[in-house]
């Protein structure tokens, strides 16, 4: 399993900055044109998505909960009396209609223009009104205690298509779902960050819920009550995509098969709840499939087919057949077939390379045998491969392997070799905490064979960079402190060499920031499939334990001809994530920022990150503009507290409008971020309580003030501006919340695997973030 060496203490990924020394420059050009290519585009940026107006249906005493949606939109709000009653001019508020009210005039609304969401409180009674949930576009199901912004916040994302968690995965080289078998949800809880390690969706089976009776027996089908409000507790305890499965009695599940219209009654709820993806099995009939296509909005149909009868043949006709009619009301396909002769499994293949081959704009493909003997071809399938856990008490089908079994598996079969993992760190932060228990406790519960040692940077010798990633068994590390892109290629004779003298590929991330904190080992053969593993196949070294970086072992000397290195920021992406965790996207559209910071690196990811979020107009203190942000940002330096005062009140007198409906017009400073040190703390302060009372404008009172502190202040609280920010009406965030996001996309770009946020806090402990 994972051997972990630690060698220097290391915090993991967090505050954008640079190495200080004489090694890098401290002051960096940023707008100067990097001497290499650019290279990985963005996926899965947040999108303007559904623009109709939203129409926030509530139960009695539940008014509160349209100015939270509101909130978490970024929109003001108002009660209406009827849909008949919203017109345009409500097109930049949330509206909000009683349940009572709404029974008269849903069914005539202008489904053009609105968005009709049933917001029902549990606690109400259940199950919600039929004939609303039956009229409605979406429901939102949820307890008034405790509440779960978080959980508003991504149903809202999803229903809306703000954000699009599908076109990440496709992308990923290797995907995993993980079934939950348990007969009730709460049974799963307590375990639900262990459960989830390396998964990438979970999958809920709906035919093997048990919903209690009052006589102390179980329904034959659990009721839409029951199910949906099984839905809102996992939703609530996990940020992974959801699968939704009514797996019928001849599939190996226990939905009955008589009355198909079943199906599609709770498949349709599901997609009113906002599940991500639908499971549905292909012998359904047509007209159900294809309705609840047309139906999906912004979630995904998975479509199923299973074959227990132990007579499949991958190689026929009959199973192009199946995949050619799966996919045409699908956005992926499943197909699993029981298995009894080693053979099949490469029939198997043969048949996955015939459907790559021959249909190359076809949707992924999950295939994989049942069986012990089976069981190999789950290493070989890239995408859902369906897994189990040994916390589950059954598995969902036979021959299912955990994730760790999978690896395990690859890497006995040589195609994941064992690789050398580096966490590099500078001088300034040799007595920072110690990260490589946490490496090794993500290694060892993906079941990965991988080393991990934290480096010092040294200008040159044993310990300059072209040391650690010029070794065949080089899988990647990640700087923290971040490293000048320019220093980096300047100081190195070994990167700008790569790819036949073209240099390193550069994420556009890293790219426009100009700071780089991961290496990415990618194979660089355009004949290679992108659902290839991460790591470069090779005979796997064995190495002894040890505190040093020789302890690693001898590595072998060069890197493979086949693979390249890319260059990329994950910082970013934990500002991203940070800030969209309890507010949907559309809260920051057109919103106006202010961004502390004493140099533009220390800046750079967050400007990143909000024009990421499209954000309005940027105000910027203690540095200077990067050039390379010009184009894309609106931004204005403050130069005097007079001009900061001045910002400050334009809110209520009408910002510039840029497009997008923000909280309090784009001059009302709504998003404070600051990468000031601790140093800095009572300017930072001085700050938050100064835009902390700005001037309500337009919609103020539904404006939730945003204050995102990137420096770490573990070691004093005292002047703490996120306590200050609080104080002072904003939701505030710290280090803590990007460093934990910034490891997610760190680890998924080293090992290309999901470890989910709620596990990285887990087990790292407030120690470590």
């Known amino acids: 399993m994972a051997a972990v060496q630690q060698l220097e203490p290391v915090p993991t990924p967090a505050r954008p900055q640079s190495m200080s020394g004489d090694t890098f420059s401290k002051d960096v050009d940023m707008g100067a044109t990097s001497p290499i290519q650019p290279g990985v585009p963005l996926c899965s940026e947040p999108q303007r998505g559904d623009t109709r107006i939203a129409v926030i249906i509530y139960g009695r005493g539940q008014e509160k909960i349209v100015a939270v949606f509101a909130e978490v939109l970024g929109k003001p709000s108002r009660i209406k009396s009827r849909f008949e009653e919203v017109t345009q001019e409500d097109q930049d508020w949330v509206i909000g209609v009683s349940a009572d009210n709404a029974k008269e005039d849903i069914a005539t609304r202008d489904r053009g223009l609105v968005v009709a969401i049933n917001a029902h409180c549990t606690g109400l009674g259940m199950p919600p009104n039929i004939y609303l949930s039956a009229q409605c576009d979406y429901e939102f199901l949820y307890t008034e205690t405790p509440f779960f912004r978080r959980d ?210 076809s ?193 072998q000397t060069g890197l493979p001809p086949n693979t390249s290195l890319v260059l990329d920021n994950a910082s970013w992406k934990g500002i991203l994530s940070t800030l969209t965790r309890d507010l949907a996207p559309s809260a920051y559209f057109g919103c106006a920022a202010v961004v502390l910071a004493s140099s533009a690196e220390d800046a750079a990811s967050a400007l990143f990150a909000l024009k990421a979020l499209k954000v309005g107009k940027v105000y910027t203190v203690g540095f200077k503009t990067p050039p390379a942000f010009g184009k894309d940002l609106l931004i204005e330096p403050f130069t005097s507290l007079e001009s900061i005062q001045r910002a400050r009140t334009v809110g209520s007198k009408g910002g510039t409008d840029v497009g997008a409906a923000g909280t309090g017009g784009t001059g009302s400073p709504f998003l404070v971020v600051s990468a000031l040190g601790p140093e800095r703390s009572t300017l930072v302060g001085m700050l938050v309580r100064l835009f902390g009372s700005r001037g309500s404008g337009a919609g103020a009172a539904n404006s939730r003030k945003v204050f995102l502190d990137l420096a770490d202040r573990s070691a004093s609280r005292k002047g703490d501006p996120g306590l200050i920010a609080e104080q002072s009406g904003f939701a505030a965030y710290g280090a803590a919340d990007v460093t934990a996001f910034t490891t997610v996309e760190t680890l998924r770009l080293l090992v290309g695997q999901n470890v989910p946020y709620s596990f990285v806090r887990l087990a790292s402990g407030r120690t470590l973030f």
């Open 152 to 361: 508003l916040a991504r149903f809202t994302s999803h229903v809306l298509g703000q954000l699009c968690q599908h076109q990440a995965l496709i992308a990923k080289p290797r995907t995993f779902f993980i079934s939950t078998t348990f007969p009730d949800v709460h049974t799963a809880l307590p375990n639900i960050d262990i459960l989830t390690v390396g998964a990438d969706a979970i999958e809920i089976r709906v035919d093997l819920l048990k919903e209690p009776l009052d006589d102390g027996t179980f329904s034959d089908i659990p009721s839409l009550s029951y199910v949906g409000e099984q839905v809102m507790l996992l939703r609530q305890r996990t940020e992974l995509p959801i699968i939704f499965t009514t797996r019928c009695t001849k599939e190996n599940g226990k939905f009955p098969m008589e009355n198909p219209t079943l199906y599609y009654d709770y498949l349709y709820r599901a997609l009113q709840w906002g599940v991500e993806y639908l499971d549905v099995e292909l012998w359904l009939p047509e007209g159900i499939r294809k309705k609840l296509w047309e139906q999906r909005g912004n979630s995904r149909i998975m479509s199923a087919f299973h074959d227990f009868s132990g007579a499949w043949e991958w190689t026929s006709d009959r199973a192009e057949g199946i995949f050619v009619e799966s996919q045409r009301y699908a956005d992926c396909v499943k197909m699993i077939a029981m298995s009894g002769d080693h053979n099949e499994n490469f029939e198997l293949e043969y048949f996955r390379s015939k459907i790559r081959t021959k249909y190359p704009n």
């Open 363 to 555: 949707v992924p493909l999950s295939a994989v045998n049942m069986g012990e003997t089976g069981q190999f071809s789950r290493t070989l399938n890239k995408f859902f491969t369906p897994i189990t856990h040994p916390l589950l008490p059954i598995i969902a089908a036979p021959g299912q392997m955990s994730a760790a079994e999978i690896n395990q598996a690859l890497a006995l079969l040589g195609q994941l070799p064992r690789k050398n993992m580096y966490g590099i760190t500078s001088p300034a932060m040799r007595r920072a905490t110690p990260q490589a228990p946490f490496y090794a406790k993500c290694f060892n519960e993906l079941g990965l064979p991988h080393q991990f040692a934290v480096v010092e940077w040294q200008p040159k010798g044993s310990g300059c960079i072209g040391a650690w990633c010029n070794q065949r068994n080089f899988g990647g590390a990640y700087f923290n402190p971040a490293v000048s892109l320019r220093s980096l290629l300047s100081h190195s004779k070994f990167l700008p060499s790569l790819n036949l003298g073209t240099g390193p590929t550069v994420s556009e991330a890293a790219r426009l920031i100009g700071m780089v904190d991961t290496i990415v080992v990618r194979p660089i053969s355009s004949s290679t499939p992108t659902s290839a593993p991460p790591s470069i196949p090779s005979s796997p070294l064995r190495h002894k334990n040890g505190d040093s970086f020789s302890a690693l072992g001898p590595a």
